[in-house]
């Protein structure tokens, strides 16, 4: 599964003709071979190019997960154009914003998904950047190809209209959680490294199935080592639209899944499904890849029990470093650790304030540099000084130890940490000590601007029955918590609010308290 100076589109070439009729790609309504598939990417670049989609041309590409996913990003490679990859989560205000600062040539929207209609926003931006006649909807793209299927040609492109392995593949969205995300450029050599080296460590071959329920444009979910990772050693991917759990426990037992990628909240939902309903069989499943948010160990545990797997946990991020247990790994390293860098060329370093190291055991900004990691964000200088020190690190924000056994342990965000009258409070090990608590499902622990004190403790938690702040107090205490980390305030709701990717968004947990106070 050798990645060398291979662009996406001519990577794909190269697995179709490997693994031929196998089922590359299935979305429950159609399968594709990996001949069918790399066809199909052939005639919609014959299309897109008609349509004058050219190379260069930044195309926003807002997909949901289906068969149709995967041939429309192949497509691009091919012709060499730049697709941004928007989750369906982003609505008008950060599409627009993206418009702004990357002016696309061209547009790919899911008409309806989730209640949502994208196409008036669609079609007002088409019209703004001159592209009504390059504007797509997911679910005309089988009518605008059927009549060419057969003739789908691989017309030889002159030498300079073709991309070369360090060319910008693609672009995707930061997960940052306020204001319009930063554009990360990738290039074909960098992702096809990075999905081989994590399908190297998630023991990915032709016999493989992963299932992909989070959304596609998610670097999780198309490069680590997810779709990207399984088609290069010849395996199926399984494209689930909805985050339905019944949908998702159903599709493990049809399709025979052997591998999953997670964030928590997702990783929650099958633990409180399977603790209801356990008639699926689930005996194929051997990993379930976990990242994106803090986890904690009780639910890496609940989550193998009840799901009969291999946890490996992976802390990583769109700029590119990744981190992952071993499938090997002890218990106590599985559901508590974050693993070793995915490739062996990445290095990371653990800072203080000062940019110095910090010894074992004690935490700071984990900093990362390597083959697949950026080394500055798309056109943007301003964001470039804050996140990238001289050395080419980028600065993850993320504060992180190692461990002696030489594991990373992430600890929360650098800027996270609350401070309450001069008490350092990591929200994440309160959150981990409240949902110790049998009344409690789910939490978050947010700072909250406070006149005296600086920043005051508030829970955002997600109950099986009502719950007072006495109540939290004589939990925690009773737990041995010291008493700086016992909240001021707390809050319940039903569900706690989600970023695009399915990430506790804390920024809306603030705005919610302060609407709150408004009214
Ligand atoms: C705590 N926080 C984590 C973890 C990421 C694989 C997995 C995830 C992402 C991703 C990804 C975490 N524990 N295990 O791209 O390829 C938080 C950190 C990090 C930020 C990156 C992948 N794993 N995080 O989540 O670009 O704060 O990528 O800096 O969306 O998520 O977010 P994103």
Not at 76 to 86: E, F, H, K, Q, Y
Not at 431 to 451: N, Q, T, Y
Request: proline share 5%; aromatic share 8%.
């Amino acid at each position: 599964m050798g990645t060398a100076n291979l662009t996406l589109d001519a990577a794909l070439r190269e697995w179709s003709g490997r693994y031929q009729e196998h089922i590359a790609v299935t979305d429950g309504q159609t399968a594709w071979s990996y001949r069918q598939l790399y066809k199909k990417a052939l005639t919609l670049a014959d299309m897109f190019r008609k349509r004058g989609i050219v190379r260069g041309c930044r195309v926003i590409m807002q997909m949901t997960n289906t068969v149709w996913f995967p041939a429309v990003f192949f497509a691009l490679s091919r012709i060499g154009a730049v697709p941004i990859l928007c989750l369906p989560a982003h609505k008008e205000i950060v599409i627009g914003g993206i418009c702004r600062n990357a002016e696309p040539a061209a547009m790919i929207f899911t008409r309806r998904y989730l209640k949502y209609s994208y196409e008036e926003n669609a079609r007002q931006l088409a019209e703004q950047y001159g592209c009504t006649d390059r504007l797509f909807f997911e679910d005309e793209l089988e009518a605008l190809i059927s009549e060419k299927d057969d003739a789908a040609s691989e017309r030889e492109q002159a030498a300079t209209e073709l991309p070369s392995a360090d060319d910008l593949a693609f672009l995707s969205l930061s997960g940052g959680t306020t204001g319009i995300p930063k554009l990360i450029p990738r290039t074909h050599r960098d992702y096809l490294y990075n999905a081989y080296v994590t399908a190297l460590r998630a023991d990915l071959s032709e016999k493989s199935v992963m299932l992909n329920i989070l959304p596609a444009a998610h670097n999780f979910a198309l490069g680590t080592p997810g779709i990207i990772g399984t088609l290069m050693c010849g395996g199926t991917v399984v494209m689930q639209k909805y985050p339905d759990m019944t949908e998702f426990f159903s599709n493990v037992e049809r399709y025979g899944a052997t591998i999953t990628s997670l964030v928590p909240a997702l990783v929650n939902m099958c633990i409180r499904y399977r603790n209801l309903f356990a008639d699926d069989d689930v005996s194929s499943l051997r990993y379930v890849m976990v990242g994106g948010a803090m986890f904690r160990p009780e639910e890496a545990a609940a989550a193998e029990r009840l799901m009969g797997c291999t946890v490996i946990q992976v802390f990583g991020m769109s700029e590119g470093m990744t981190f992952m247990t071993d499938r090997d790994a002890p218990e106590a390293v599985r559901w508590h650790d974050q693993g070793t860098p995915s490739a062996p060329e990445d290095t990371y370093r653990i800072v203080d304030a000062d940019g110095n190291d910090v010894p074992d055991g004690t935490a700071g900004e984990i900093i990362v540099r390597g083959p697949y990691t950026i080394t500055g964000y798309y056109e943007n200088p301003e964001a470039n000084r804050r996140s990238f020190n001289s050395e080419g690190y980028y600065l993850t924000g993320d504060r992180a130890l190692r461990t002696p056994a030489g594991n990373i342990r992430i600890l929360g965000r650098v800027r996270e940490q609350i401070n309450r009258a001069g008490e350092k409070i990591m929200p994440a090990a309160l959150e981990e000590w409240i949902c110790r608590s049998d009344d409690v499902l789910e939490c978050a622990v947010i700072g909250v601007p406070d006149a005296e004190l600086g920043q005051k403790i508030c829970v955002w938690a997600v109950t099986e029955k009502p719950l007072t702040l006495q109540e939290l107090h004589a939990f925690l205490k009773s737990e041995q918590v010291s008493d700086f980390y016992l909240p001021d305030m707390l809050r319940l709701t039903d569900a706690l609010p989600l970023t695009p990717v399915g990430k506790v968004d804390k920024n809306e947990l603030l705005r919610m308290l302060g609407r709150e106070e408004q009214s």
